[in-house]
T-cell receptor, first 113, second 110 residues
């Protein structure tokens, strides 16, 4: 069973607030990812990291930022939330080499009012 | 343009029926994974196929990787309502980033 955790699971927040979505994994994986997924739609990669101090932008442009100070922790921050940021945010991790199997957290459902 | 195509996009069947869903690409993949995602949850890894022509079985689910490593299929025998969900294929084409297909949304009616 994958050991990757996301908090909070649900968040309703007003426009303009700063928010941080937490993601932690205990598998020692070097690579971590953030995806954005609207209901019934496909996953879009917004950020990934190869390891500590590495962050890269994904295929979908996002106003969020990420940091990777510790191997196990990959938080995502929105400086000023807007209604267009309403979505499900999924964190995942994988080994750096090999088959790149990704293990996902349960997701954070964000609603910006 | 999708690097990975999945078909059908939607599938609704009765309990006990068999079904096959497909994942296709024009690119060659070093491996392909299949995931199942339930509403409000993250995708869960079902299987990884690595060798061209490989067949893997997971209870009532049978996964096949094409000989040319460009496509894969998932066959479910005697589908049950618990099989309902979004089935995603994913993989890393040689020299490119990991990608997900758009998914097949399966509904199994009791």
């Amino acid at each position: 069973e994958a050991d990757i955790y996301q908090t909070p699971r649900y968040l309703v927040i007003g426009t303009g607030k700063k928010i941080t979505l937490e993601c932690s994994q205990t598998m020692g994986h070097d690579k971590m990812y953030w995806y954005q997924q609207d209901p019934g739609m496909e996953l879009h990669l917004i950020h990934y990291s190869y390891g500590v101090n590495s962050t890269e932008k994904g295929d979908l442009s996002s106003e969020s930022t990420v940091s990777r100070i510790r191997t196990e922790h990959f938080p995502l921050t929105l400086e000023s939330a807007r209604p267009s940021h309403t979505s499900q945010y999924l964190c995942a991790s994988s080994e750096l080499q090999g088959s790149y199997e990704q293990y996902f957290g349960p997701g954070t459902r964000l609603t910006v009012t | 343009t999708q690097l990975l195509e999945q078909s059908p996009q939607f599938l609704s069947i009765q309990e006990g029926e068999n079904l096959t869903v497909y994942c296709n690409s024009s690119s060659v993949f070093s491996s392909l994974q299949w995931y199942r995602q339930e509403p409000g949850e993250g995708p869960v890894l079902l299987v990884t196929v690595v060798t061209g022509g490989e067949v893997k079985k997971l209870k009532r689910l049978t996964f096949q990787f094409g000989d040319a490593r460009k496509d894969s299929s998932l066959h479910i025998t005697a589908a049950q309502p618990g099989d309902t969900g979004l089935y995603l294929c994913a993989g890393s084409p040689y020299g490119q980033n990991f990608v997900f297909g758009p998914g097949t949304r399966l509904s199994v009616l009791p």
